[in-house]
C-alpha cells in the first residue's frame, strides 16, 4: 500500500516536475554520430525538507567503442584515454547506459518526479552523446528528458562571469584540480557542486520560490 497523506518530495515541486542529473561524457571527438563515447558519469542530486539541494551517488561506466567508431587521436590525447586498455574494464554501449540509466529512474521515483532533466557544462554536448549512444543501443527507456537541459556553463557565466568550469568553480569558491580534471567522474561531480551552489545561492537571495505577483489597484 501506498501512503497517500506523505507529502510529496519537495524536489518534486522545483524544476517542473524533472529531476537534475549531472552528466559528463569523455569522447573520441565532437561527433555524436561518428565519434566514440568512451566513459559516462552521472551524478544524482537531492533537495532537503528546507529546499536546498546537494550532490548525492556518482555512478561511472567506462565504455567501449562501438563497431566502426571513429577515434581521433587528439581527442584520445587530450583525455589521456586508451580505449583498448583492459584495466578500464569497459563494457558495450547498452550495458553501460542501462547501468547508468536504472539508478536514475529509480531516483526520479523516489524524488516524485516525471522524469530526469540532463546537467552539463556545455550540456548540448553531453546531451547529444547520451541520447546517440542510446539510439545506437535500442535503448526504449530513456530517463532524460529528449530536448530539454541545463547548462552549467551559462548559469556560470550568469552568477560568476566565466564560462570555463575551472574558473567558474573557482570563483565560487570549489576546489578544482586541473590534474584530476577530464575525467567524466570528477568534471560530473564538480559541475554537480556548481550547479547546487548556484541554484541555492538563488534561493538565498529569495529568487524561489518567486514572490507573490502583487495585486493590481483597484480602481
Wanted: negative net charge; hydrophobic residues 40%; aromatic residues 10%.
Amino acid at each position: 500500500m501506498t501512503d497517500e497523506s506523505k507529502a510529496p518530495h519537495p524536489m518534486s515541486k522545483r524544476f517542473r516536475g524533472f529531476l537534475p542529473v549531472v552528466v559528463d561524457v569523455e569522447t573520441a571527438g565532437f561527433n555524436p554520430q561518428r565519434d566514440a563515447l568512451l566513459e559516462i558519469a552521472a551524478v544524482l542530486l537531492t533537495m532537503d525538507d528546507d529546499g536546498w539541494l546537494h550532490r548525492g551517488e556518482t555512478y561511472v561506466q567506462q565504455i567501449d567503442p562501438f563497431e566502426g567508431a571513429n577515434l581521433e587521436q587528439s581527442a584520445l590525447d587530450f583525455t589521456g584515454i586508451d580505449p583498448w586498455n583492459p584495466e578500464r574494464e569497459a563494457v558495450p554501449e547498452r550495458e553501460g547506459l542501462s547501468e547508468i540509466f536504472s539508478p536514475i529512474r529509480k531516483a526520479v521515483k523516489t524524488h516524485d518526479c516525471k522524469r530526469a532533466v540532463l546537467v552539463g557544462h556545455n550540456a548540448t554536448f553531453d546531451h547529444s552523446f547520451v541520447f546517440a549512444a542510446a539510439l545506437r543501443a535500442d535503448i526504449k527507456r530513456n530517463p532524460f528528458h529528449p530536448f530539454s537541459t541545463f547548462d552549467t556553463a551559462t548559469l556560470a557565466g550568469l552568477a560568476y562571469g566565466h564560462t570555463v568550469l575551472a574558473q567558474a568553480c573557482k570563483l565560487a569558491g570549489i576546489p578544482f584540480s586541473n590534474k584530476e580534471a577530464h575525467s567524466a567522474a570528477y568534471d560530473a561531480e564538480k559541475t554537480a557542486d556548481l550547479f547546487c551552489k548556484i541554484v541555492n545561492r538563488w534561493k538565498a537571495l529569495g529568487g524561489f520560490p518567486p514572490p507573490p505577483v502583487p495585486e493590481p489597484d483597484e480602481a
